[in-house]
């Protein structure tokens, strides 16, 4: 068998060099197609933190165990030293490129990034679903997702250079063709989208919001609400949620976001949290401030959810992908695990995805991120420009999907 050693400086991107960590056994009939040998595997989801190996036949996960022999796989990935983690999930991106303005494509992003598993947070709307499955979800590696947005138009009309938003003519918010849209698509729509900023939905948020209630009731699946720089309260907003509805870009800064003006969690959020609603990062261009989540995490109040928000206009930064966001939060002073929870577990547990994702457990889909764990000076930068110096970033390696290393030719 050839293996080649791994030093410690040598980073292996995920579109070439992790061929450096494969090696290919000859065993006449091995029982596991890869196994992904001797990283730290952390799955929140089985409460697994320890160094093991991860076997995978078929597509799925056969085994999570210690000291599996090399021999009884056709392929070995050398993880030592490496972090495993199931394929993360970001409940937050933006991949309608080429229709929405500020979409982008969805694998090199994704699933080259370590996220096997995304939700398209609204760039779709009942008018512009039907190409979003057709060129989108129906093409890419990634297991793409969406929340259809109340807006037959989707995000189709905003861009940087007409900064006007798919809400502020009501008469586009159409429940009655958004739940026919969900009811034909069921097994890619996971809830509805809402984006409520004044420049998007104009003075009448709270109407169209009650209209993106009226269909999320009809087809029972949650709401996704993006919050700050409403022209109503975030009590009046979060006062029209429900249990599982989900609060994106809850640590925003400014205007409009869930810290009162001596920076104390407003009681009105404390009580949605308690009531069921989840709060998602959603980081965004202008919807992450290091200050606000601080604050937040001061007052211990944790988000459920860490997703990126990556779109065309902050995937050059300050977002650059979902590995860079939970790196912010280690930062923040969350533990490896508890970031990693909150992309696979969490994620996996706020909407009712058709199959089970963000866990390595036995007969899952065999969805595996590798990361380097990097120590050092890493500058943060949240969405007003501040900085922040961490000492680890997540770096991803290599990702394997349904059981295929993502760009490998070789399975
Ligand atoms: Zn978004």
Not at 59 to 87: F, H
Request: with cysteine; glycine share 10%.
């Amino acid at each position: 068998m050839r293996r080649t050693a791994l030093g410690p400086s040598l980073f292996c991107s995920v579109f070439g060099e992790w061929q450096e960590l494969l090696a290919a056994q000859s065993s006449p009939a091995p029982l596991y197609d890869l196994l992904v040998r001797g990283g730290r595997v952390v799955d929140p989801a089985q409460k697994l933190s320890e160094e093991c190996d991860v076997a995978i036949a078929g597509g799925k996960i056969a085994r999570v165990a210690k000291d599996l022999p090399e021999a009884s796989a056709r392929q070995v990935l050398d993880a030592r030293g490496k972090i495993v983690t199931p394929g993360l999930v970001d409940i937050h991106v933006h991949v309608y490129d080429g229709v929405a303005p500020l979409g982008i494509p969805a694998d090199p992003n994704c699933v080259a990034k370590g996220v096997t598993s995304v939700v398209d947070a609204g760039s779709a709307g009942a008018h512009t679903f039907p190409g979003f499955r057709k060129y989108v979800v129906n093409v890419v590696d990634t297991r793409v997702y969406a929340l259809l947005n109340i807006s037959v138009v989707g995000q189709s009309t905003l861009s940087l250079d007409n900064p006007w938003g798919e809400l502020l003519d009501l008469r586009y918010a159409n429940p009655q063709l958004a739940v026919r849209t969900i009811e034909k698509n069921r097994d890619v729509i996971l809830g509805i989208k809402i984006r409520l900023t004044r420049n998007l939905a104009g003075e009448h948020d709270l109407e169209a919001l009650r209209l993106a209630r009226e269909a999320a009731d009809a087809v029972q699946l949650p709401i996704m609400v993006h919050i700050g720089g409403t022209y109503s309260p975030l009590k009046d907003i979060l006062a029209l949620l429900k249990p599982g509805d989900v609060v994106t870009h809850c640590f925003r800064g400014e205007e409009g976001g869930i810290l009162d003006r001596h920076d104390r969690i407003l009681p009105e959020v404390r009580k949605a949290v308690e009531g069921g609603v989840h709060l998602d990062v959603g980081h965004g261009v202008g919807s992450f401030s290091f200050h606000t989540a601080e604050a937040a995490l001061r007052q211990e109040l944790l988000p459920g959810t860490i997703s990126s928000d990556v779109h065309q206009w902050n995937v050059d930064g300050p977002v650059f992908d979902l590995a860079t966001t939970l790196s912010k939060f280690l930062h923040l002073g969350l533990t490896l695990d508890q970031v990693i929870e909150r992309a696979t577990a969490n994620p996996a547990g706020t909407f009712k995805f058709p199959r089970g994702l963000g866990t390595l457990r036995e007969g899952a889909d065999a969805d595996v991120a590798v990361f380097d764990l990097a120590e050092g000076k890493f500058e943060f930068v949240d969405s007003l420009k501040q900085k922040r110096l961490g000492r680890f970033k997540l770096i991803p390696v290599a990702t394997v999907i349904g059981g295929r290393i993502y760009g490998s030719a070789t399975s």
